[in-house]
Structure formats: C-alpha cells, structure tokens
C-alpha cells in the first residue's frame, strides 16, 4: 500500500520560498498509471488543488499559482517537491500530497499533511 | 476553470436521518469525487466517477448524478459521518473543490 509523507519547514517568512517535499513508499512514481499532486488548505477553509507531476516529469499548475509554483521530481523518482515563491500571510495552510489515478481519476491516497506558517 | 456549488454549507442531522448534499457544476462531468473530512483528519475518499464507492467505504454512503448536478446521500446517518463533505472533479484542469458542506450530528 502506498504512503505519502510530506516534510519541510513549518516556518516561512513573507516574500522568500516556500519548499516542501513528499516521499513516497509502497509505490513507485516511475511506474506511471498517477499524477502526484499539491493540495492545500488554509485554517478553517476548504481544499484547494495546485498543481501535479506525472513520472515523465510534466506538470500542470492552478492558474491562480501559475507565476509562483514549481513542482518536481527528485532524480531518484522516490520524491517530488513543491516550490512557492514570494509567500506571504495567505499561504498560510496545511499543505497535502496526494496520488491521483490517472484511469479512475480518483484521489486513492493522501499525505498526512504539513502545517506551514507564513509570519516574521 | 469548472466552478463547484455545494449545498447545503452546512447541515445539523440526527443519527439515523437521511442526508442529501448536492454539488452543481458549472460545466458537463464526469469524474466527480466526494470526500469526507472529520475535523484535523486527512480527507477520505467515499465516492468516485459520481456514483462508485471506493473500497472500505460504508454502504451507507451512496452517490449518484450525472452533467452538471450530482447528489451523496447517506442512507442512515452514524455518528462517525460528522465532518466537512466535498466535492470535487478531476475532468479538467484545473481541478477543483466544492466550497464543502459541515454536517453536525
């Protein structure tokens, strides 16, 4: 069974970057057949999707981050990783990773989620 | 992008009632998820391609719709079905989230 566990900083300040890792265990993203995606939600809101990768490393973001936003692969295609730059107090959020079924287009697993604080 | 419009935004039920939560979307779908979040839990998936129940998922839970207008219906309400419920849908990029329904037992 697949695990997804996210990792990096709890603490960003307003206009540098924000980076976040999720590993991946019981799965390969190399296999293919998913697309690994960013999902965040902010205190007391509601989920908002942000982008994928597929293991051929093409991505796809939410025009809404478009100017900000990477997201990669690690060489090792065990890892993929999110970039946001220029943060401020907005994105304050907890961030997700999760796997996306690229035949069902069903979200099967998720990451346990990371808090991450956008303050001085 | 395709907008999602839950309704109701929230919800207080007995154990044992009905629950209907409907989604409109404002383009024709297909694949359309729901989800089920308890507060500080990670979101679980109950439904997916509007009316298939994933794995593990209580019978209970059922759902159904098709184009712009779709329906989770948990047939008899239990006290673990407290939480926020989305919608969500994977057809086109950008994906995107119901604003959710809060369901208070």
């Known amino acids: 069974q697949v695990q997804l566990q996210e990792s990096g900083p709890g603490l960003a300040k307003p206009s540098q970057t924000l980076s976040l890792t999720c590993s991946v265990s019981?799965?390969?993203?190399?296999?293919?057949?998913?697309?690994w995606n960013w999902i965040r939600q902010r205190p007391g809101m509601g989920l908002e999707w942000m982008g994928l990768i597929y293991y051929t490393g093409s991505t796809d973001y939410s025009p809404s981050l478009q100017s900000r936003i990477t997201i990669s692969l690690d060489n090792s295609k065990t890892q993929f990783s999110l970039r946001l730059r220029s943060v401020t107090a907005a994105d304050t959020a907890m961030y997700y990773c999760?796997?996306?079924?690229?035949?069902?287009?069903?979200?099967?697993?998720w990451g346990q989620g990371t808090l991450v604080t956008v303050s001085s | 992008d395709i907008q999602m419009t839950q309704s109701p935004s929230s919800q207080s039920a007995s154990v044992g009632d009905r629950v209907t939560i409907t989604c409109q979307t404002s383009?024709?779908?297909?694949?359309l998820s729901w989800f089920q979040q308890r507060p500080g839990k990670v979101p679980k998936l109950l439904i997916f391609g509007a009316s298939n129940l994933e794995s593990g998922v209580p019978s209970r839970f059922s759902g159904s719709g098709s184009g712009t207008e779709f329906t989770l219906i948990i047939s008899s309400l239990q006290p673990a079905d407290f939480g926020t419920y989305y919608c969500q849908q994977s057809d086109s990029l950008p994906y995107t989230f119901g604003q959710g329904t809060t369901l208070d037992i």
């Open positions: 999760a796997r996306l079924h690229t035949y069902s287009r069903r979200i099967d697993s």
């Open positions: 383009q024709d779908i297909k694949y």
């Open positions: 019981g799965g390969s993203i190399s296999a293919g057949g998913y697309y």
